[in-house]
């Protein structure tokens, strides 16, 4: 950037124009009180129960080999999702966690001058990788905290280059049939990207629920986004992986860094998403627990909305008693996430814990809601 002739020359280097008018992402906490007490963190949608033991048995035979570099198109992982899922793995790109490979897609088909639009409570990210490169986030309504294809067409303005739909979605916990996002893909100009975010689709057993892949195969325009942070327990290691067009495999290949997924977790991942009976675990007590965490918020009187995912929402009658029960949680060792960044500020999102986690939880909140008369 040169100063005009009217203005001083800047004193130090000056960022581009958007990059610090992005705000930054505050993560979920894993702190609580003076954590006497192993807190019960359920502030960031991780699996209580870990990862696979196969998982963690690759994780650590990959440290006999830290001298050398990990292999750069991260070929087994992507032989793995392949063979896992019946996608065609040379459709795949992968990278360190599903937030470098938006962050790619935003680099590469948005910039300045450029809207890109996601639904009202989508995940932050989308919103803050689109200011980083001085595009404009626009947000379409979410009617009873639902995406809503008719108001994301409705949004949709010769500036629009990307759409991000999150399905599950990310805090709302609410999904999208595959007929809906058909619809919506339909309604799009051809050069308009749609991105399908399905971090949370193996949790998902609904009649109607799709993934996202058979809108890939059907045009030239739809990247479908996944996760291993979620189901799969390696929020650590920083995995993800996207099935897309050729082309636009292409444009990211040409962005990510040469060695972007390091070798312990391209070896990680491998024997993780072999490893199906762990994944079926997983998502038969996430359901017990979701279930129960439900039904028992209900009856303390919070409004709950249907969620589908490893978390769900606690509605409070304000902000005010949303904010008062995060800090009553946190003094007694249990750690939700407040959400009013996304536009809910009457809420707590609480990530679906262990048995004893969730009791921890629910004593909690009877406490509070006692308390608060």
Known sequence: MSASPSEPAPTRPVPRP?????????????KAGDDAVPPAILSANENPIGCSPKAVEAYRAAADQLNRYPEGGSVDLRAAIG??????????????????????????????????????????????????????????????????????????????????????????????????????????????????????????????????????????????????????????????????????????????????????AQAAGVAAVRDQDFVERAVADNAEQLRRMTQSLTQLGLEVPPSVCNFTLAGFKDAETAQAANRFLLARGVIPRMVAAYGLPRYLRISIGTKEEVTRCLDALADFLKREG
């Open 18 to 30: 958007g990059v610090m008018d992005a705000p930054l992402y505050v993560p979920g906490t894993h």
């Open 83 to 264: 063979e896992t899922t019946g996608l065609d793995p040379e459709r795949i790109v992968c990278g360190a966690g599903s937030d470098e490979l938006i962050t790619l897609l935003v680099r590469a088909y948005a910039g300045p001058g450029d809207e890109v639009l996601h639904s009202r409570h989508g995940f932050l990210m989308y919103a803050i990788s689109a200011q980083t490169v001085g595009a404009t986030p626009v947000a379409a309504p979410e009617p009873d905290l639902r995406t809503d294809a008719d108001q994301l067409l409705a949004h949709v303005t010769p500036k629009t280059k990307i759409v991000f739909v999150a399905n599950p979605n990310n805090p709302t916990g609410s999904w999208s049939p595959e007929s809906e996002l058909l619809r919506l893909r339909a309604g799009l100009p051809a050069h308009v990207l749609l991105v399908l975010d399905s971090a949370y689709a193996e949790y998902v057993r609904e009649p109607g629920y799709g993934d996202g892949r058979a809108l890939v195969d059907a045009g030239e325009n739809v990247v479908m986004l996944r996760t291993f942070s979620k189901i799969y327990g390696l929020a650590a290691l920083r995995l993800g992986w996207a099935y897309a067009p050729a082309s636009i495999l292409e444009a990211l290949n040409r962005l990510r860094s040469p060695f972007n997924v390091n070798a312990a």
